[in-house]
């Protein structure tokens, strides 16, 4: 049983245009909930991240947004860049400081 | 440069033998933690430490085992007793408090011969 589900497997996106990357989540207990980016062979990197008191978050080029109500959130990226193409993993946690990870979105920007 | 360096890269296991993937940290981190991906699937926590000489299980800590005697190391070996290791390692850490991982390794790729 899922508990966070990113749905699209890979997304593409011309440069230049936003990229929006979705991720929906069952438990109404999470409170805390991360993006992480991935290059091929190598570990995640944290990207940001976004507590349920808010509703919006955004540093630079990258914006979150919760949905409570929806259990969704999403990571939008605007403009978009060639080295933005990755793996995009949503991750979720509660009191117990335990992450859900979601199984990824593959960003492809094309030029 | 601070980081976490995991070695070796690329591991390959014989069906019943133990095998020790290493994890090392200069970041100063208190807390590290162990994950597997499976393709298709979300990273799932194996073994994660919040101080030195002091572990607790994740949600798939069967057939694997950990140790903590130094701040900056968290070595997993994956047992025999794990019917399924093929997969890719991660291991991670995060500050004193912070129990979201905010760094990780490159990763270990293990198969099984």
């Known amino acids: 049983d899922q508990q966070v589900k990113q749905n699209s497997p890979s997304l593409s996106v011309q440069e230049g245009r936003i990229s929006i990357l979705n991720c929906d989540y069952t438990?109404?207990?999470?409170?805390?909930f991360l993006w992480y980016k991935k290059y091929p062979a190598e570990g995640p990197t944290f990207l940001i991240s976004?507590?349920?008191i808010k509703d919006k978050n955004e540093d630079g080029r990258f914006t979150v947004f919760l949905n409570k109500s929806a259990k969704h959130l999403s990571l939008h990226i605007v403009p978009s860049q060639p080295g933005d193409s990755a793996v995009y993993f949503c991750?979720?946690?509660?009191?117990?400081?335990?992450?859900?990870w979601g199984a990824g979105t593959k960003l492809i920007i094309k030029p | 440069d601070g980081g976490i360096t995991q070695s070796p890269k690329y591991l390959f296991r014989k069906e019943g033998q133990n095998v020790t993937l290493s994890c090392e940290q200069n970041?100063?981190?208190?807390?590290m933690y162990w994950y597997r991906q499976d393709p298709g699937q979300g990273l799932r926590l194996i073994y994660y430490?919040?101080?030195?000489?002091?572990?607790q299980k994740g949600d798939i800590a069967e057939g694997y085992s950990v140790s903590r005697e130094k701040k900056e190391s968290f070595p997993l070996t994956v047992t025999s007793a794990q019917k399924n290791p093929t997969a890719f390692y991660l291991c991670?850490?995060?500050?004193?408090?912070?129990?979201?991982?905010?760094?990780f390794g490159d990763g270990t790729r293990l198969s099984i011969l």
């Open positions: 991670a850490s995060s500050t004193t408090g912070g129990k979201v991982p905010q760094h």
């Open positions: 970041l100063n981190h208190d807390a």
């Open positions: 430490s919040q101080i030195v000489n002091d572990f």
């Open positions: 438990n109404s207990m999470f409170d805390y």
């Open positions: 976004i507590s349920s």
């Open positions: 991750a979720a946690s509660d009191s117990n400081y335990q992450l859900i």
